[in-house]
């Protein structure tokens, strides 16, 4: 069974950074894509932006630039860095994995960014 455990959502001000995490257990082979969806009060999940397994990624206009996704193959795990956060970063930030045809989600962790 596959789980995805998210890490390193805080508050900080605008302009600062953070770093999410994300490890993904159980049976991980094969190509997939796993990545990071956001949701804000009030609003529907949005995609931020996925990394596939042979390192090609992907970024919604709004982040471009500011975030860079990556991940590590050994350790099943994928980051987010975000910089100069913006009070409309704030949201739940869940991971994402795609895998033989499946999708599997995060618990989500709270990034707030205060003005």
């Known amino acids: 069974q596959v789980q995805l455990v998210e890490s390193g959502g805080d508050l900080v001000q605008a302009g600062g950074s953070l770093r999410l995490s994300c490890l993904a257990s159980g049976s991980i082979f094969g190509f997939n894509v796993m990545g990071w969806y956001r949701q804000a009060p009030g609003k529907e999940r949005e995609f931020v932006a996925t990394i596939n397994s042979a390192g090609s990624t992907y970024y919604t206009d709004s982040v471009r630039g500011r975030f860079t996704v990556s991940r590590d193959n050994d350790k099943n795990t994928v980051y987010l860095r975000m910089n100069s956060l913006r009070p409309e970063d704030t949201a739940v930030y869940y991971c994402?994995?795609?895998?033989?045809?499946?999708?599997?989600w995060g618990q989500g962790t709270q990034v707030t960014v205060s003005s």
């Open positions: 994402y994995l795609s895998l033989r045809g499946s999708a599997y």
